[in-house]
T-cell receptor
Framework: SAVISQKPSRDICQRGTSLTIQCQVD?????MFWYRQQPGQSLTLIAT?????????ESGFVIDKFPISRPNLTFSTLTVSNMSPEDSSIYLC?????????????FGPGTRLLVL | QKEVEQDPGPLSVPEGAIVSLNCTYS??????FMWYRQYSRKGPELLMY????GNKEDGRFTAQVDKSSKYISLFIRDSQPSDSATYLC??????????FGDGTTLTVKP
């Protein structure tokens, strides 16, 4: 299993500013993911972050807007840059742990962001 | 059209009822099928994991996959108020990332 913590748990920000969200895992993992979850909508993958390489971004998400760091196997950050009200959402960090019979994805508690 | 469509809900049932949660999908390459439970203000947690077609039971929960119909279900027997949460279906191919449904919010009333 994996236990994931995120900081901050919530924040209210002004448009045009940036917020960095931290994700800490209690064990070493290769693959970390960042998702966005808007009310009543599914989880949308922003990017996959592997240690030692550039993050891979999904269609519609760019590095300039959502820069990601992955300095080691237990930590990652996601920055939401030049925020607008449309960025208000829950941001979730996730890791994949491969077991003998299945791959399990674990999620952090999320960071609730409100942009005014 | 979305790759994964989930019955939107919300769903409200009395305690002890049998609950059926359903998703359909369009990508025939999906091989792994998951159900996540998400309590309010928490991240999703894996509830059931199924590979290919068939049924899988875990306590009061049964996951069913019908690949011929591209349809998956989660059944909850003897539902409890503690089952009140949003349930997300998810699926992925052998090498791909998970694709999630929009979630169904379930309320079990005592």
């Amino acid at each position: 299993s994996a236990v994931i913590s995120q900081k901050p748990s919530r924040d209210i920000c002004q448009r045009g500013t940036s917020l960095t969200i931290q994700c800490q895992v209690d064990s070493q993992v290769t693959m970390m993911f960042w998702y966005r979850q808007q009310p009543g909508q599914s989880l949308t993958l922003i990017a996959t972050a592997n240690q030692g390489s550039e993050a891979t971004y999904e269609s519609g998400f760019v590095i300039d807007k959502f820069p990601i760091s992955r300095p080691n196997l237990t930590f990652s950050t996601l920055t939401v840059s030049n925020m607008s009200p449309e960025d208000s959402s829950i941001y979730l960090c996730s890791v994949e742990v491969r077991g003998p019979q299945q791959e399990t994805q674990y999620f952090g508690p999320g960071t609730r962001l409100l942009v005014l | 059209q979305k790759e994964v469509e989930q019955d939107p809900g919300p769903l409200s049932v009395p305690e002890g009822a049998i609950v059926s949660l359903n998703c359909t999908y369009s990508n025939s390459a999906f091989q792994y099928f998951m159900w996540y439970r998400q309590y309010s203000r928490k991240g999703p947690e894996l509830l059931m994991y199924t590979y290919s077609s068939g049924n899988k039971e875990d306590g009061r929960f049964t996951a069913q996959v019908d690949k011929s119909s591209k349809y998956i279900s989660l059944f909850i027997r003897d539902s409890q108020p503690s089952d009140s949460a949003t349930y997300l279906c998810a699926m992925r191919t052998n090498a791909g990332k998970s694709t999630f449904g929009d979630g169904t919010t379930l309320t079990v009333k005592p």
